[in-house]
């Protein structure tokens, strides 16, 4: 079974980038669409984006072209490129598939704080 581990997240000023990073452990990394999810503090957990096995990425409105994602197949890793960051930005990130989202399993994320 696919596990992903979270990293990356950090305080940044508002303006800032961060690049989270989702590395996964297995041979199915490279079949699997990932997709990244965030929850702030007093909120819902919510999608951002999502990035298939060929590459073609989806996003949520919010991003507004500010987030980038990218995965090193070769690395079994994706990432979450994040620029012009704002403090409505402070959440858990978390990254996952479908089969995993159904199963209800999610890893421990990694936080990001964006001040003002």
């Known amino acids: 079974q696919l596990q992903l581990a979270e990293s990356g997240g950090g305080l940044v000023q508002a303006g800032g980038s961060l690049r989270l990073s989702c590395e996964g452990s297995?041979?199915?990394?490279?079949?699997?669409?990932i997709s990244w999810h965030r929850q702030a503090p007093g909120k819902e957990r919510e999608f951002v984006g999502l990035?298939?096995?060929?590459?073609?990425?989806d996003y949520a409105d919010f991003v507004k072209g500010r987030f980038t994602i990218s995965r090193d197949d070769a690395k079994n890793t994706a990432y979450l490129q994040m620029n012009s960051l704002e403090p409505e930005d402070t959440a858990v990130y978390y990254c996952?598939?479908?089969?995993?989202?159904?199963?209800?399993?999610w890893g421990q994320g990694t936080q990001v704080t964006v001040s003002s």
């Open positions: 996952n598939t479908n089969t995993r989202i159904n199963r209800g399993l």
């Open positions: 297995g041979s199915t990394f490279r079949l699997s669409v």
């Open positions: 990035i298939a096995t060929r590459g073609s990425t």
